[in-house]
C-alpha cells in the first residue's frame, strides 16, 4: 500500500496510484482551538497538530510554514516587505546595506528601515483577537509605499538583498514529515513583483489608483526586485525539493485576468522553466475566485493548482476546473471550508454534497482531496473523521462513482 506522501507525489505528477490522496489543511482550526481550550475532548492537553492529523487518517498538509513558531523576531520582522526567515523554508533573505530600526507603539511594531537615499516604514499588527480567530500572520496596518519618492527607497532595498540557501533547514523540515506527505519548499506569496507591491507594499484599493498615477515609479520598483527573484529563482530551482510553492491569492476580481496575464504569468512561467528540467513541480495557492482564471492556469506552468474552492463559495465547479486544466494540472482541494460548518450545512446536505462532489472527482485523475481554503476554526470535527470514511469507501482508482 502507498504511503501519503506517494499518493500525493503521483497525484501531483499525473500518475495514478491505489486511493485518492487526502490531506486536509487543519493549521488554522488547530491554532484557535487549542488557544481557546475547545479541542474535541477525544485529545489529551498538549495534543499536537501533527497528531490529530494521524488520528483523522489522511495524510499532512505542509504547503503553508507555520507563522507561529518563529524562532526569533528576526524571523518575522520583515512581514511589511513580504519576507519571511522561518524554519523550514529552503532560503534566507538578507538586507545589506540597510539598517532597521524596530519600535513598538500601541500594541503594533513599527519597522523603520534607513538606507543610504531615503527612509520607509510600516506598521504590523497581531492582536489577540487575531489569534484566537486562529490568524497565524500579522496585519500589516500601514503600510511601506506612502508617496511616490518611496518607491525609489524599496527599490533600493531590494536590489541589496543578498538571498542564500538554507537547505539543511528545508531537509529537517522534511524528515520530520517523513512519508506523511509531500513538504513544499516556500518561496514568496507573492508571484511576481507587481503582486507583492499589490500585498505587501500598498492598501489593495490604493494600489490600482497608484499603478495608474504613478506607472513610471511602480514600472522601476518592478524592475529593481527582479534581481531578488532571480537570485530565489535559482536558490528554489537547485534546493532538494520536489515541490516548490511559490505564487497565491489569486482572483478574477483582484488579479484580474488582464493583470493575471500581463504581471504574474512570465514569473511563474519562467520559475517553471527553471524546477522542470530537474523535475520538480510549482504549486500555487489558487484560493480566490478562480472563474476568469481557469484558462491560463495551466498556461501559467502551475503544476499543482491548491486550495481551489468550488462552489457554493465560489462560482467554479470541479468539473470546469478539470476541463479548462485539461489533464495538465492537479488540483489540491475540493472540500469548501463551509460544507464543515453545521450552520451553514446541516448533515443532510453535508452528505448529498460530498458525494456528488466524489462523482465530479471521478475517475480522480490529478487530484488531492483538500480543504479550500482551510479547517475553519468552528467546523464540525467529526466531517473530517466521515470524509477520511468516504476516501476509504469510495477513493479507490480509478474512481467509478457516479
Known amino acids: 500500500m502507498a504511503t501519503h506522501k506517494e499518493r500525493m507525489l503521483k497525484a501531483a505528477r499525473g500518475e495514478w496510484t491505489d486511493q485518492l490522496p487526502w490531506a486536509p489543511r487543519i493549521d488554522l482550526w488547530y491554532n484557535s482551538n487549542s488557544l481557546r481550550g475547545t479541542l474535541p475532548s477525544r485529545y ?19 504547503i503553508v510554514p507555520d507563522f507561529l513558531s518563529a524562532r526569533s523576531p528576526e524571523d518575522t520582522v520583515d512581514r511589511g516587505l513580504g519576507i519571511f526567515r522561518l524554519w523550514g523554508m529552503p532560503y534566507r533573505a538578507e538586507l545589506v546595506g540597510v539598517e532597521r530600526e524596530v519600535k513598538e507603539e500601541g500594541g ?20 489577540e483577537e487575531m489569534r484566537r480567530a486562529g490568524v497565524s500572520i500579522s496585519w500589516v496596518s500601514e503600510h511601506l509605499i506612502k508617496e511616490p519618492r518611496d518607491y525609489k527607497t524599496v527599490g533600493y532595498i531590494f536590489k541589496n538583498i543578498k538571498v542564500t540557501p538554507d537547505y539543511e533547514g528545508y531537509l529537517g ?59 530565489l529563482f535559482r536558490v528554489l530551482a537547485d534546493s532538494p525539493a520536489e515541490i516548490i510553492f511559490h505564487g497565491s491569492n489569486f482572483d478574477e476580481m483582484i488579479t484580474y485576468p488582464p493583470f493575471f496575464r500581463d504581471h504574474i504569468m512570465p514569473h511563474l512561467q519562467k520559475l517553471a522553466a527553471l ?31 491548491e486550495a481551489i474552492c468550488p462552489r457554493p463559495m465560489t462560482k467554479v465547479t470541479i468539473q470546469e476546473a478539470k476541463k479548462a486544466f485539461k489533464g ?18 446541516p448533515d443532510e446536505e453535508f452528505e ?51
Open 108 to 127: 503594533a511594531t513599527r519597522v523603520i528601515y534607513h538606507t543610504p537615499i531615503g527612509t520607509v516604514s510600516c506598521k504590523i499588527l497581531f492582536t
Open 44 to 62: 489529551p492537553p498538549g495534543v499536537t497538530h501533527d497528531a490529530i492529523a494521524d488520528d483523522i487518517g489522511g495524510g499532512y498538509h505542509k
Open 328 to 345: 495538465k494540472v492537479t488540483i489540491f482541494g475540493g472540500v469548501p471550508s463551509v460544507a464543515l460548518l453545521e450552520e451553514s450545512m
Open 173 to 231: 523540515f522534511q524528515r520530520k514529515v517523513g512519508d506523511k506527505g509531500f513538504v513544499a519548499a516556500r518561496g514568496l506569496a507573492a508571484a511576481s513583483p507587481r503582486q507583492q507591491i499589490m500585498r505587501d507594499f500598498l492598501d489593495a484599493t490604493q494600489f490600482y489608483l497608484e499603478m495608474y498615477d504613478h506607472p513610471r515609479e511602480m514600472a522601476q520598483l518592478c524592475e529593481d526586485m527582479e534581481p531578488y527573484y532571480d537570485q
Open 275 to 305: 524546477l522542470h528540467p530537474k523535475g520538480k513541480l510549482l504549486l500555487c495557492h489558487c484560493d480566490g475566485e478562480n472563474k476568469g482564471l481557469l484558462e491560463l492556469i495551466p498556461e501559467s506552468g502551475i503544476d499543482i493548482a
Open 352 to 402: 448529498r454534497f460530498m458525494k456528488n462532489l466524489f462523482g465530479e472527482i471521478a475517475p480522480g485523475h490529478r487530484f488531492i482531496l483538500g480543504v479550500s481554503d482551510t479547517t475553519p476554526p468552528d467546523a464540525k470535527f467529526d466531517r473530517l473523521l466521515r470524509i477520511t470514511e468516504m476516501v476509504r469507501g469510495w477513493g479507490t482508482l480509478p474512481m467509478k462513482l457516479n
